[in-house]
């Protein structure tokens, strides 16, 4: 099992749509959680981080379950320039190396 | 330019060679992360530095990768005798590793090529 797992996509939907992205992830001791983003042929670049009180940022709204380990991503009203790969990243152990582990990607891709 | 670059942007090997990238973190960054990227596929850990030692390893990571730091500034990648499956981007990224939720900066990457 992959330590952090997201829906397979790609996810095809028209402008102004509202769209969810979920991903769950296997240690149940990790300890900071985070949505990039990454344009095609570009690097990843952080969205957001995602607190286990849940937070909003415009359009966007993230949310974590640690009984569950499961992270979300939700894009509302939805633009072209939101088309991008979603990757769902987990830090476990801060204290100990605060490495990143990426989930495989949603592909987005959003249509007039 | 302050973000984190890499040196070269592309290479194409000849299969057995072997290759090193480079790559300059943001200045004041202590922790520099080397990771592997395949078309479709999210970024792939290989390896970790805070300052100039290495912290972690991947155990995906063969012996023919050799990873260093030598003053806690730039970072070299290498690949000895570069196979086919190793084509891929090469990520770099850096952050100051200030609290559990310091944002992680990425290089463009390397695209390596084994032909």
């Known amino acids: 099992r992959k330590e952090v797992e997201q829906d397979p996509g790609p996810f095809n939907v028209p402008e102004g749509a509202t769209v969810a992205f979920n991903c769950t992830y296997s240690?149940?001791?990790?300890?900071?959680f985070f949505w990039y983003r990454q344009d095609c042929r570009k690097e990843p670049k952080l969205l957001m981080s995602?607190?286990?009180s849940g937070n909003e940022d415009g359009r966007f709204t993230a949310q974590l379950n640690r009984a569950s380990q499961y992270i979300s991503l939700l894009i509302r009203d939805s633009k072209l320039s939101d088309s991008a790969t979603y990757l769902c990243v987990v830090s476990p152990f801060y204290n100990q190396g605060g490495k990143l582990i990426f989930g495989q990607g949603t592909e987005l891709s959003v249509k007039p | 330019d302050t973000g984190v670059s890499q040196d070269p942007r592309h290479k194409i090997t000849k299969r057995g060679q072997n290759v090193t990238f480079r790559c300059d973190p943001i200045s004041e960054h202590n922790r520099l992360y080397w990771y592997r990227q395949t078309l479709g596929q999210g970024p792939e850990f290989l390896t970790y530095?805070?300052?100039?030692?290495?912290?972690?390893k991947s155990r995906l990571l063969s012996d023919r990768f050799s990873a260093e730091r030598p003053k806690g500034s730039f970072s070299t990648l290498e690949i000895q005798r570069t196979e086919q499956g190793d084509s891929a981007m090469y990520l770099c990224a850096s952050s100051s590793g200030a609290s559990p939720y310091t944002e992680a900066f990425f290089g463009q990457g390397t695209r390596l090529t084994v032909v």
């Open positions: 995602v607190y286990s």
């Open positions: 530095f805070q300052n100039e030692a290495q912290l972690e």
């Open positions: 240690n149940s001791a990790s300890q900071s």
